[in-house]
């Protein structure tokens, strides 16, 4: 299956594709951003070939606070289920997948904020999906609530020692993950303006905690970037194959 049309779901404007968006551009691939947020309505999930659904504050259960997402959670389990169009979501993206198949999402017992490692799975040293990265990743953390259980059927591909659901697959069509391998050098200097995570970042990291955050995401940011682009491309050989 080639590639063409990628749907977007964003649930706060300055939370994007990030580096994909990099990776969407040099392959020729349009992306239609659907800003929840602010209201935009769901077009046809048939014009599109895969859907990515990016991170926001909220939480899969407040639906009385952000009503768009029970129609959000809608689209989703049209688009996986019924379409079977390819599926990615990253951290409340990866949430409100496992919400919408009917897994468990709930509160974290720990919060995770910062630059933290994952590890790989059985299931994830096997996966096409972490096909040539390392067993042990650092990346970006930024959530307190987590997948407690996955859907049926799912595979669970890495884990950290905090949160034992940090990404998830269905064969060859979906994959998620809890933390941010999106990020840019502005990511973490645009994020700490919303207040529930600077009030996250101060929490678990005390003070000067934006400058702390932003100095070790710069420090990592080569290789978060090249992680980027090998699971990107990944992602592509698998859903086409």
Same mark, same amino acid.
């Given at each position: 299956?080639?590639?063409?049309?990628?749907?977007?779901?964003?649930?706060?404007?300055?939370?994007?594709?990030?580096?994909?968006?990099?990776?969407?551009?040099?392959?020729?691939?349009?992306?239609?951003?659907?800003?929840?947020?602010?209201?935009?309505?769901?077009?046809?999930?048939?014009?599109?070939?895969?859907?990515?659904?990016?991170?926001?504050?909220?939480?899969?259960?407040?639906?009385?606070?952000?009503?768009?997402?029970?129609?959000?959670?809608? =689209? %989703?389990? @049209?688009?996986? /289920?019924?379409?079977?169009? *390819? $599926?990615?979501?990253?951290?409340? +993206?990866?949430?409100?997948?496992?919400?919408?198949?009917?897994?468990?999402?709930?509160?974290?017992?720990?919060?995770?904020?910062?630059?933290? =490692? %994952?590890? @790989?799975?059985? /299931?994830?040293?096997?996966? *096409? $999906?972490?096909?040539?990265?390392? +067993?042990?990743?650092?990346?970006?953390?930024?959530?307190?609530?987590?997948?407690?259980?996955?859907?049926?059927?799912?595979?669970?591909?890495?884990?950290?020692? @905090?949160?034992?659901?940090?990404?998830?697959?269905?064969?060859?069509?979906?994959?998620?993950?809890?933390?941010?391998?999106?990020?840019?050098?502005?990511?973490?200097?645009?994020?700490?303006?919303?207040?529930?995570?600077?009030?996250?970042?101060?929490?678990?990291?005390?003070?000067?905690?934006?400058?702390?955050?932003?100095?070790?995401?710069?420090?990592?940011?080569?290789?978060?970037?090249?992680?980027?682009?090998?699971?990107?491309?990944?992602?592509?050989?698998?859903?086409?194959?």
């Amino acid at each position: 299956m080639k590639i063409n049309r990628i749907l977007v779901f964003q649930h706060l404007q300055i939370e994007h594709p990030g580096i994909f968006r990099e990776f969407f551009k040099e392959d020729g691939i349009e992306s239609t951003i659907i800003e929840l947020d602010e209201g935009d309505l769901i077009p046809d999930l048939k014009d599109f070939d895969a859907l990515w659904v990016m991170g926001g504050p909220m939480d899969v259960w407040e639906e009385a606070e952000y009503p768009w997402l029970i129609d959000e959670k809608v =689209a %989703i389990r @049209k688009a996986v /289920s019924e379409l079977k169009i *390819p $599926y990615v979501g990253i951290c409340l +993206g990866h949430q409100l997948l496992a919400d919408a198949l009917g897994g468990d999402v709930g509160p974290g017992d720990h919060a995770e904020v910062g630059v933290m =490692a %994952i590890h @790989k799975t059985d /299931s994830g040293k096997h996966s *096409p $999906y972490l096909k040539n990265l390392p +067993g042990k990743m650092n990346c970006l953390q930024w959530h307190s609530a987590e997948v407690k259980s996955a859907p049926a059927g799912m595979d669970v591909l890495s884990y950290s020692d @905090k949160c034992a659901i940090q990404s998830l697959s269905l064969g060859g069509q979906v994959f998620t993950m809890q933390y941010h391998q999106e990020i840019n050098t502005s990511t973490v200097s645009n994020w700490s303006t919303i207040p529930v995570y600077k009030d996250a970042l101060e929490k678990n990291l005390g003070e000067n905690a934006v400058n702390k955050l932003e100095q070790d995401a710069l420090e990592n940011m080569d290789d978060f970037n090249n992680i980027a682009r090998q699971l990107y491309d990944n992602w592509k050989t698998t859903v086409s194959e």
